[in-house]
């Protein structure tokens, strides 16, 4: 069985999208699950409605930028991963895909921050083992 560690929240800019939360564990996959509750239920969809692949090794950290409207994630294979939501046409709106990989660290990724006012506005950061910082302006 997985365990499941992180559970960063997207919340909907607009009523009639979905709400999500991101979880994250000992895999390589990230699984989005909605909190919109089933047609005609009171529950939640157990099934997830998205799973985000493209690390290799598991993932140890995740943060949601509402500014932003994007997703990163942090794993051991020392790489940070920026996701963004791709629903218009000229997108194929085809869901969550990886945007951008960084690709700096030398070991693995364990925190992921988005920066979202003040000087760094627009900036990532990241913190792995060896060197405690890495600032990624996008």
Request: with cysteine; glycine share 8%.
């Amino acid at each position: 069985m997985e365990m499941v560690r992180l559970l960063p929240y997207y919340y909907a800019q607009a009523k009639e999208e979905e709400e999500y939360i991101a979880s994250g564990g000992n895999s390589t996959v990230i699984l989005l699950h909605s909190l919109n509750p089933r047609q005609g239920e009171h529950k939640l969809d157990p099934e997830p409605r998205q799973a985000l692949i493209g690390h290799s090794l598991n993932v140890s950290t995740l943060e949601y930028s509402f500014k932003r409207q994007k997703l990163i994630s942090g794993s051991w294979d020392k790489t940070a991963r920026i996701w963004s939501n791709s629903t218009s046409e000229e997108e194929d709106g085809q869901g969550w895909k990886c945007e951008m990989v960084l690709e700096e660290h030398e070991e693995a990724v364990w925190g992921v921050l988005g920066i979202d006012s003040g000087p760094s506005d627009g900036c990532w950061l990241t913190s792995s083992g060896t060197f405690p910082f890495f600032s990624f302006a996008i």
